[in-house]
Every structure is written in structure tokens, then in C-alpha cells.
């Protein structure tokens, strides 16, 4: 099973600590960042796929419940916070767990427990899909079939990304993280915040660059050995 990446959401320099040293415990999981406050998760999310949120409830500028109903395709969420009154709204946001502070680590672990068994099972169930070769995506109020074969590359503008295929260029509105985790990993490679390439467009590359079908992609400077390694 691949590891389960998340982040910690949580204002308080104790807490998030507790946090930090249970999730080191624990082999199947990476810790991706910690965030003070909601919105600086949102920041961070928009560019990166995350599977797990340890989210806290009481939260500066934005509440963690609010930012929970901000997310379209949200991750797995385990709520932590000391306040009960809000695990029935938690749950009704389809919440993993609630964890009520202060926890100790048999129940920290419990509540992971339950999102390595939905990460396995899914998994599993993408490796029995994996014959598919295309996706669905909403552009201009319709859905478009995309073929992996056709797709050359990828590009983040904001709240859009540009799909660029052998055929034609779109528009859709979605984060580059989540139509990362849509395209199968074996044919396709973020090497930029902002670009995911096809593999088989891979025409050369440097340190610097790549190119593919005849456009120069930059490989950002956090992503430098994502192409060598393939290689």
C-alpha cells in the first residue's frame, strides 16, 4: 500500500505537535505539511493532492466546519478538537472520526486505522480499473471524454487548467491536484506546480526542461528527480 499523505490543520503549537509525533509513529503515514489556520491549507491544497485532513474545529479566520463545506472532492478528514457538540455535524459531513481532546495514541490510531482500510480498498479497486483509458471532465456545461492516449500535457491558470490533447485544447474548471489523482500515475507526471505531462509525449529533457510533442515544459524545483527516475 502506498503511504497516506496528509496535512495538519490546527492553531495550536501543542496540539499540532501531539499531532506531529503520532503521525512519525505510524509507518503508513507522511506528514505533508502543518497549517495555522484554514486558509493557508486551501493555499496548499489547490496545488497538492493530500488523502488524509486532521482537522481542528475552532480555527482563526475560517472554521474548520466552514472549510470542510468549502471542498468539492474533499480528502479523508478525522476532526480533532475539545469541543463534543460538533461530532453530529461532523459526521454529516461524512467525517472519518472525531477525535475529542486530549487523545491518546490507541485512539489516534484507531481513527487511522479506519482510512488505511478505505485507502487499501481503493486501491485495490483502481488496480481492477485499470484497463480504463480516458476520463470524463465538465467543460463548458458538458461532459467531455478525454483520451489518456491524446493527452500531451497539462497547465494550472488559476482556477482553471488547460487540457491540451493531439486534437484540441480545454478549459476546465478544476484544481491541478484533482485531475492528478485521476490520471493513472504509471502514464502521467506532475513535474511542475503548474504542469502534468504525458510520459509517452517525452520527446527530451535536461535538468531544466522537457519536451513534449515539440513544446518546452520547466520542471520546477521541488519535482527535479521526477523525470530521471523514470529513466
Known sequence: MSKIKCIIIEDEPLAAKILSDYIGEVH???????????????????????DLIFLDIH????????????????????????????????FNLSVVDYLLKPYEFERFLKAVNKVKHSHEKNEKQEIKSGTQDFIFLNIQKKK?????ADLIYIESQKEYVKIVTAKKTYMAKISTSEIESR???????????????S?????????????VNGVSIPIGRDYKGVIESLY
Not at 506528514?31 to 486558509?39: D, E, T, V
Open 144 to 148: 467531455v471524454k478525454i483520451l489518456f
Open 183 to 197: 490520471l493513472p500515475a504509471s502514464l502521467f507526471k506532475r513535474i511542475h506546480r503548474s504542469f502534468i505531462i
Open 199 to 211: 510520459l509517452e509525449r517525452i520527446e527530451s529533457f535536461n535538468a531544466e526542461a522537457v519536451e
Open 59 to 90: 480555527l482563526p479566520k475560517l472554521k474548520g466546519i466552514a472549510f470542510l463545506k468549502t471542498l468539492t472532492n474533499p480528502p479523508a478528514v478525522i476532526i480533532t478538537t475539545a469541543y463534543h457538540e460538533y461530532a453530529v455535524e461532523g
Open 28 to 50: 503508513f503515514l507522511e506528514l505533508k505539511g502543518r497549517f495555522k489556520n484554514a486558509m493557508l491549507a486551501a493555499d496548499f491544497l489547490r496545488e497538492n493532492k493530500v
